[in-house]
């Protein structure tokens, strides 16, 4: 692997990042972290069209008022997006992933070809069947803490930690 | 100042786009593509942008806030769009797909 890593975030952590980075008490949480890592340029990031689908929706439900806002500072940044996936490459994932609603955003993630997905959602990214298809597609899956431990914020646990 | 020659082959339409360019600002056609592969040549060299997460988060996560969104419900509903958006443009077409392969 040469250069910096390449992080495919998935709308969960993406979410987290951008809308808690601090806990309730005001320190900074493991997506904040994550965050701030971004920031300092540690990791580059691509993102999936199915992604920012996936968000602008999300943002457009509960926070109607700032989905402007959000759409003029993602505007500039269309052309990094990678493309949708096609219905054959959707329907080639499937049976990687517990949930078929999950398979979009796993064939988008084949397509930006990060090195590492970023997911905190264990019962679809983390799977046996879904570790051994990111391996496959010699993708790392990560998450929140993981990546950190990537950079040596954390330590590794036995029991993976979410 | 040293310069190096190339040949490049282009269609009579390009040509033609380029040579109107170059005409309009009074530079040679030469000149002209100089500065275009300049231009091209310093894109790519520059390191991506980054994406503006930091500035989405100075308004978003104050805006949680004061709605008392917690990251719980809005992950859940993170995970109710993502069923959505796939029963209105994906199942159908994807499981047209999967329908064959699973016959065979």
Redesign the interface.
């Given at each position: 692997m040469s250069g910096k890593l390449l992080v495919f975030p998935d709308t969960g952590v993406l979410i987290a990042m951008i809308v808690y980075p601090r806990t309730r008490y005001g320190a900074l949480s493991l997506a904040g972290e994550v965050l701030e890592l971004y920031q300092t340029g540690a990791f580059g990031m691509v993102i999936g069209q199915s992604i920012v689908d996936e968000l602008e929706e999300v943002i457009d439900d509960r926070f109607a008022a700032q989905r402007g806002r959000m759409v003029s500072l993602l505007k500039p940044f269309a052309g990094q997006f990678t493309r949708r996936p096609t219905p054959a490459e959707i329907a080639a994932v499937s049976s990687a992933c517990n949930d078929p609603t999950d398979a979009p955003i796993f064939a988008s993630a084949v397509i930006a070809r990060p090195d590492i997905v970023l997911a905190n959602d264990f019962e679809a990214f983390h799977t046996p069947a879904a570790k051994s298809f990111w391996q496959q597609h010699r993708i790392t899956v990560e998450s929140l803490y993981g990546l950190l431990c990537v950079f040596g914020r954390r330590q590794r646990r036995e029991t993976p930690a979410r | 100042m040293l310069v190096r020659r190339i040949t490049i082959r282009v269609s009579p339409d390009l040509h033609g786009k380029l040579d109107t360019l170059a005409a309009r600002r009074s530079i040679s056609l030469n000149t002209l593509t100089v500065e275009a592969l300049e231009k091209y040549a310093q894109a790519q060299a520059e390191p991506?942008?980054?994406?503006?997460?930091?500035?989405?988060?100075a308004?978003?996560?104050p805006?949680?806030e004061a709605?008392d969104?917690s990251?719980e419900e809005?992950?859940q509903?993170?995970r109710a769009?993502?069923?959505?958006?796939?029963q209105e443009r994906?199942?159908q077409?994807?499981r047209?797909?999967?329908g064959p392969?699973e016959r065979t």
């Amino acid at each position: 692997m040469s250069g910096k890593l390449l992080v495919f975030p998935d709308t969960g952590v993406l979410i987290a990042m951008i809308v808690y980075p601090r806990t309730r008490y005001g320190a900074l949480s493991l997506a904040g972290e994550v965050l701030e890592l971004y920031q300092t340029g540690a990791f580059g990031m691509v993102i999936g069209q199915s992604i920012v689908d996936e968000l602008e929706e999300v943002i457009d439900d509960r926070f109607a008022a700032q989905r402007g806002r959000m759409v003029s500072l993602l505007k500039p940044f269309a052309g990094q997006f990678t493309r949708r996936p096609t219905p054959a490459e959707i329907a080639a994932v499937s049976s990687a992933c517990n949930d078929p609603t999950d398979a979009p955003i796993f064939a988008s993630a084949v397509i930006a070809r990060p090195d590492i997905v970023l997911a905190n959602d264990f019962e679809a990214f983390h799977t046996p069947a879904a570790k051994s298809f990111w391996q496959q597609h010699r993708i790392t899956v990560e998450s929140l803490y993981g990546l950190l431990c990537v950079f040596g914020r954390r330590q590794r646990r036995e029991t993976p930690a979410r | 100042m040293l310069v190096r020659r190339i040949t490049i082959r282009v269609s009579p339409d390009l040509h033609g786009k380029l040579d109107t360019l170059a005409a309009r600002r009074s530079i040679s056609l030469n000149t002209l593509t100089v500065e275009a592969l300049e231009k091209y040549a310093q894109a790519q060299a520059e390191p991506p942008e980054r994406l503006p997460l930091q500035e989405l988060s100075a308004f978003l996560a104050p805006a949680a806030e004061a709605a008392d969104l917690s990251e719980e419900e809005l992950l859940q509903h993170a995970r109710a769009v993502r069923r959505r958006i796939w029963q209105e443009r994906y199942e159908q077409t994807v499981r047209a797909h999967v329908g064959p392969q699973e016959r065979t």
